[in-house]
């Protein structure tokens, strides 16, 4: 994923939540994938969630790493199959709803966002 991209994503759910602070891990964060019986491990950056307040089913102090390889499978998945989602994406101008699914996608469904379009709430 590219950094304009990442950076929007970031910035975004910074200025639409009241919750929960996302950054940007720059050093490169180990993941493994497993394939056909054996392991692989993939270096790269990774977005950083924190939530500073309980908020539903979140605790304060609760945190979530996305891998960008998490993230480059959920937006691949997603272009594929939505092309309204795949022209934001090659403008790189999502929607808050398609950064929420993007997110909720990457983490498997444990962040879900809920981003409000007018800000903090």
């Not at 939540?17 to 056909?36: D, K, L, M, N, V």
Request: hydrophobic share 35%; charged share 25%; net charge positive.
């Amino acid at each position: 994923m590219d950094n304009v991209l990442l950076t929007n994503i970031v910035e975004t759910i910074n200025e639409h939540q009241s919750w929960i602070s996302a950054t940007i891990e720059e050093h490169p964060e180990p993941y493994h994938i497993r394939r056909g019986g054996s392991e692989r491990l993939i270096l790269g950056r990774a977005i950083h969630l924190t939530a500073y307040r309980d908020q539903g089913n979140y605790t304060k102090g609760q945190k979530w790493i996305i891998h960008e390889y998490l993230l480059n499978q959920s937006v691949r998945k997603l272009r594929a199959f939505d092309p309204i989602f795949a022209h934001h994406f090659a403008k790189r101008k999502l929607t808050l709803k398609e950064i929420e699914r993007v997110i909720a996608d990457s983490s498997g469904g444990f962040a879900k966002l809920d981003l409000c379009p007018y800000g903090y709430w």
